[in-house]
C-alpha cells in the first residue's frame, strides 16, 4: 500500500500550516513504544504511569511524582504537594555530587543546567538520564508485574578522562498513608512519624504501632555510606530539595525521624576511573502483614515479608528479568488490536498510547494524576462503566471483575451511587446518587463485555444491591432495574429526567446554588419532576436497543417487545421536544425552558446529544440526525476539535449551575471537550461519512498535535480531558491529561466506527469507514480466542459499504463473522465497495 494512498490523506492533516508552530520537546520512538522527551523544559510535566496492578507510581520527566498502593487517598507512600511552586518538586529524584558541583539526571530539583538529557517513557517504565561535567547517570524505574514496590536502577559513568570521586544520594518524602489527613491534620501528625533502619533499608512505621498493618519500605542493594530520614536533617529546616542541606554541604548526617516528616535519603560515595560505571538498585515497597505476625520483637517490625521482597530484586539479572516480563506482558495486551493502516500517526495512536491510555483509565479511574489529587474522587460509575468500552478487549478477565464491583454499588431502584473507593469498593455519597445517566452506563459496559466476550453467563451473577449482600440479585436484574429506571422516571415531554446531572456534570437544572463554596451537585432539591435531558433520551434509545438484543439473545422475547415500545416513545419524544429544527435540544430545565435551542440567548447548541441521539440511530431515516451533524460542523467545529456547546455561557446563570461558572471556552462552557468528540466520529460513521469522521478524530488525537505542543502544553502521546475552546484567550490550550473517558472513546470511535471491527453478540462486524483516498488497511484481532487478520481492500476508493468479506477464501452472506474456535487463525478480506 502506497503511503499516499492512506488515510494520511485528508483535511484534517494538513489543518496546519507546515512548519506554523512546529515547536516539539521530544519525539516518538515507535519501535520502542516510547515517547522520548529531549528537554525538562517541558511546558508542563509530562508524566507516565507504572504499574497496572495494586501498587502505582506518577512519574514525570524530570523525576517527580508520587506512589500508593490500591487508593491513591488512603495508602499514599510518598508526599505530593498539588499545586506547589516550583511545581512538580517531590518525586524521586537523586542528586548527583561532583566536587561543588552538584545537579539531578532529571534537571528537577537542582535545576543545575546539564549537558544532556533525555526521558524516555515507554509502557509501564521511565528512563531518565542526565549527563554533566563529564559524568552520565541513568535511572531507570518501573513497577515489577506482581509485586508491590517501584524498582529504580540508578547507573553512573565516568565519561571524563580523569578519576571521579562523587556521591550520589536518592531521596523520598514519605506520606503518613491517609493523603487528605496527610495533607491537613499536622497537630497530629507531627507527632506520629516513626521509621526503623536495618542496614540498607529504612522502613516508614508511622501508625504501625496501633492500626495499621502495613509499613512503607525504601531499600538499596548494597549498604549506604550515610543515611537520613528526618527531612529537616537531610533538607535543613529552611532548605528545599533544590538544594539539600545535607548535598550541598557535609553529607547525610544518620537523622532519626520522631514526628516531623519522616524521608528516606541515603547517600553513597562512589570512585570512579575514566570510563568505569557503577549501578545501584533502589525499591520502595508496601509490605502488609497478618495481625498477628506484626512484630518480630517489642516496636520492632516485622520485616520478614519486606527482605524477601528485597531478595527479588537484589540484582542486576533479577531487574532485567522484571523488565522483560513486563514487556511481554504489553506485547501480550496491546497484540488484542494492531492496526497497520500506513500512516504512522494513526498506528501509533492505535495500536500504542490510545490502548495504553485505556489501560492507565482502567486502573485509575479518575483518581489519581497531575490533575486530580487522588483525595477528591474514586472510581465513578458512570466514569468506569465508559472505561470498559476502551479495556475490554484487552483485559476481558477484569472487565468482568470491575463490572461486578461497580453493579455492587448500584441501588434497588436501579439508581447508583456515583463513585466508589477503589480500596473498599463501597461506594461513597460524596456527590450523593441521582445523576440519571449512570444507570444506563451499566447497560453500556455489560453489552460491550458481552459483545466481546459471549460470556452470557455473567448475566447469571448474583450481585449485591448497595453493596449489601442481603440484597443480591443477578446481574441480569440489575440491568433490568437500570433500564426501568429511566423508562419509570420521564418528564413532562415524555424525556428521560435528568436529576443531579446527566453526562454533563456541571448542567446542573435541579440544583440552584447561590452561595460560593456550595456543591453544584448536591445543593438543592437535586431531583425534580420537569427538567428533561434529551442526551439520556439518546442514551435511552442507544442502551435500551443494547438491552432487548440481550433480552432477545436470553429469550426474553416478551420482554424485549416491552422495552422496544418504551424506547420507541422516548423516540417519538426526542424528534419532536427533542427536535429544535437544526439540532437537537439538550434539555428542559426546572422552569420548562428549552436548553440548548434556538431561542436560548446562549447555549444554543450542545455537542452531546448530537453526538448521542445519532449514535442511537434516532433521525437516521428521517434526515434529523443528517441535520444535526452539518450543524456541529457548522456551530461547533473548530481547528483544535469541536466545542461543547455555542455560544459560551458569558455570565452564572442559577437555573444552569455549574456549566455557566466556567470562563467562556473552558470545561464544559464551550471548551473542546474530548470525550465527547468521538461520539462525533461515530455518528458520522453511522452515517457513512468517513471522511469527516476521519477529520474530526484527527483533530484531537495527540500523534496530530504534537507540533502544537507549545500550545497544547500537555502530554503529546495521550488525551487531556478538555482542550481550551475558540471563546478561550488560551484556545488550544489542554487540562486534565491522562484521567478522562477519552480514552475509551476514541478507541471505539477509531477501531471499530473508522476501521470497522466491531465485536456484536453474534461475532465480529466489518464495516469500515474511512475518507475514499485510503485505498486499504489491515488489522489483526484477538477475538474469543482466536485471531482474525483482517485485510480492507478500498481499491474502489468508497467512504463506506461492504462489497464482500471472506474468511479463510469463503465468501460470507453479511458482514458479521461468525466467532471462529478459540486458538483458530483466520484469513479475512473485506472488500468495500
Ligand atoms: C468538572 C466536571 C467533572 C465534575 C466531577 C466538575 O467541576 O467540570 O468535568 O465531571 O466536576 O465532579
Ligand atoms: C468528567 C467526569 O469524570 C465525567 O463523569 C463527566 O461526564 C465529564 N467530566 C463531563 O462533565
Known amino acids: 500500500m502506497e503511503k499516499s494512498d492512506t488515510l494520511r490523506k485528508t483535511r484534517c492533516s494538513q489543518s496546519f500550516s507546515e512548519g506554523e508552530y512546529a515547536m516539539q520537546f521530544g519525539h516518538f520512538d515507535d519501535a520502542r513504544r516510547e515517547y522520548v522527551v529531549t528537554t525538562p523544559r517541558t511546558p508542563l510535566p509530562w508524566i507516565n504511569y507504572l504499574g497496572s496492578e495494586s501498587f502505582f507510581t506518577l512519574l514525570s520527566n524530570t523525576a517527580g511524582g508520587y506512589s500508593f498502593y490500591r487508593d491513591a487517598r488512603l495508602r499514599r507512600l510518598t508526599r505530593y504537594r498539588y499545586n506547589n511552586a516550583p511545581l512538580d518538586s517531590e518525586g524521586f529524584h537523586i542528586y548527583v555530587k561532583d566536587g561543588e558541583s552538584v545537579w539531578n539526571p532529571g534537571w528537577q530539583p537542582v535545576q543545575a543546567e546539564l549537558d544532556e538529557y533525555v526521558c524516555r517513557h515507554g509502557l509501564g517504565y521511565t528512563v531518565i538520564e542526565g549527563k554533566k561535567g563529564g559524568v552520565r547517570a541513568q535511572q531507570e524505574l518501573f513497577v515489577p508485574f506482581g509485586d508491590n514496590c517501584l524498582l529504580m536502577r540508578v547507573r553512573v559513568r565516568n565519561d571524563s578522562k580523569e578519576e571521579k570521586r562523587i556521591s550520589i544520594f536518592p531521596y523520598v518524602e514519605f506520606c503518613l498513608w491517609d493523603a487528605m489527613d496527610d495533607a491537613s491534620n499536622f497537630q497530629r501528625n507531627y507527632s506520629t512519624g516513626e521509621v526503623e533502619i536495618d542496614g540498607a533499608a529504612i522502613y516508614h512505621k508511622t501508625e504501625y504501632r496501633e492500626r495499621r498493618d502495613h509499613y512503607a519500605v525504601f531499600w538499596a542493594n548494597r549498604a549506604p555510606d550515610g543515611f537520613d530520614t528526618a527531612r529537616e536533617a537531610f533538607l535543613g529546616v529552611y532548605g ?18 520522631h514526628g516531623w516528616q519522616p524521608v528516606a535519603a541515603q547517600q553513597f560515595d562512589l570512585t570512579l576511573a575514566p570510563g568505569a560505571s557503577e549501578t545501584i538498585l533502589f525499591g520502595l515497597g508496601y509490605i502488609e502483614n497478618p495481625r498477628e505476625e506484626k512484630w518480630e520483637a517489642p516496636n520492632v517490625i516485622n520485616k520478614a515479608r519486606a527482605r524477601a521482597m528485597m531478595a527479588r530484586y537484589a540484582a542486576d539479572a533479577q531487574f532485567d528479568d522484571a523488565l522483560a516480563a513486563l514487556s511481554a506482558h504489553w506485547d501480550e495486551l496491546l497484540g488484542h488490536y494492531q492496526a497497520s493502516t500506513g500512516d504512522e500517526k494513526l498506528d501509533r495512536m492505535v495500536n500504542i498510547w490510545n490502548q495504553y491510555q485505556c489501560m492507565v483509565t482502567f486502573n485509575m479511574s479518575r483518581s489519581a494524576s497531575y490533575f486530580e489529587s487522588g483525595m477528591g474522587r474514586g472510581m465513578g460509575f458512570r466514569d468506569s462503566c465508559q472505561d470498559l468500552l476502551g479495556f475490554v478487549h484487552i483485559i476481558p478477565e477484569r472487565a468482568r471483575e470491575r463490572i461486578l464491583d461497580i453493579a455492587a454499588t448500584q ?50 451473577e448474583r450481585v449485591p444491591f448497595d453493596n449489601d449482600e442481603t440484597l443480591s440479585q443477578t446481574l441480569l436484574e440489575h440491568l433490568r432495574r437500570s433500564f426501568r429506571f429511566t423508562s419509570k422516571h420521564l418528564g413532562p415531554h415524555g424525556l428521560p429526567l435528568i436529576g443531579r446531572a446527566d453526562w454533563n456534570d456541571c448542567l446542573n437544572l435541579n440544583c440552584f446554588s447561590e452561595q460560593s463554596g456550595e456543591s453544584f451537585q448536591t445543593t438543592g432539591p437535586s431531583e425534580g419532576p420537569v427538567a428533561e435531558s434529551v442526551f439520556i433520551a439518546g442514551m435511552f434509545v442507544k442502551y435500551g436497543r443494547a438491552w432487548t438484543d440481550i433480552l432477545r439473545h436470553v429469550g426474553l422475547v416478551d420482554e424485549a417487545r416491552m422495552a422496544e415500545r418504551a424506547i ?19 434539555a428542559y430545565d426546572a422552569s420548562g425552558n428549552v436548553v440548548g435551542g434556538c431561542e436560548c440567548e446562549e447555549g444554543q447548541i450542545f455537542i452531546e446529544p448530537q453526538g448521542m441521539c445519532v449514535m442511537a440511530g434516532i433521525g437516521k431515516d428521517t434526515g434529523e440526525a443528517e441535520k444535526a451533524l452539518a450543524s456541529v460542523k457548522e456551530r461547533l467545529d473548530t481547528k483544535y476539535g469541536i466545542v461543547l456547546l455555542q455560544p459560551a455561557y458569558t455570565r452564572y446563570r442559577l437555573e444552569l449551575g455549574e456549566i455557566t461558572s466556567y470562563p467562556p ?25 468517513g471522511a469527516r469522521a476521519f477529520e474530526v478524530y484527527c483533530r484531537t488525537a495527540p500523534a496530530y498535535i504534537e507540533d502544537i505542543s507549545e500550545i497544547h502544553r500537555t502530554e503529546p502521546y495521550v488525551y487531556s480531558q478538555m482542550i481550551a475552546g475558540c471563546d478561550a484567550p488560551t484556545f488550544g490550550e489542554g487540562k486534565n491529561s491522562w484521567l478522562t473517558g477519552t480514552a475509551a472513546w476514541t478507541f471505539v470511535s ?13 461475532g465480529l462486524k466489518l464495516d469500515p469507514c474511512v475518507p475514499a483516498s485510503a485505498k486499504g488497511f ?34 460470507l452472506s453479511g458482514n458479521v463473522l461468525p466467532p471462529a474456535a478459540p486458538g483458530a487463525a483466520v484469513d479475512v478480506r473485506v472488500v468495500m465497495g
Open 665 to 689: 471556552g473552558y470545561k464544559e462552557n464551550a471548551g473542546i471537550f474530548c470525550h465527547n468528540n468521538p461520539w462525533i466520529v461515530c455518528a458520522e460513521a453511522s452515517l457513512g461519512h
Open 568 to 586: 420507541a416513545s422516548v423516540e417519538r419524544a426526542t424528534l419532536t421536544a427533542g427536535w429544535d429544527g437544526a439540532w437537537f435540544r439538550r
Open 240 to 257: 528545599s530539595p533544590a538544594r539539600p542541606e545535607a548535598v550541598f554541604g557535609q553529607g547525610c548526617t544518620g537523622s532519626i525521624a
Open 411 to 460: 441501588f434497588p431502584d436501579g439508581s447508583a451511587y456515583h463513585q466508589y473507593q477503589p480500596l473498599t469498593k463501597k461506594g461513597n455519597l460524596d456527590v450523593g446518587s441521582g445523576f440519571n445517566d449512570d444507570p444506563l452506563w451499566l447497560i453500556a459496559g455489560v453489552d460491550a463485555y458481552l459483545r466481546e466476550t459471549g460470556d452470557f453467563a455473567i448475566l447469571d
Open 778 to 811: 489491515t488489522v489483526t484481532r484477538l477475538y474469543r480466542g482466536a485471531t482474525y487478520h483482517i485485510t480492507v481492500d478500498n481499491s474502489a476508493g468508497v467512504e463506506h459499504g461492504v462489497k464482500s468479506v471472506t474468511a479463510d477464501g469463503k465468501t
Open 750 to 762: 477509531v477501531s471499530q466506527a473508522i476501521l470497522g471491527v466491531t465485536p456484536t453478540l453474534d
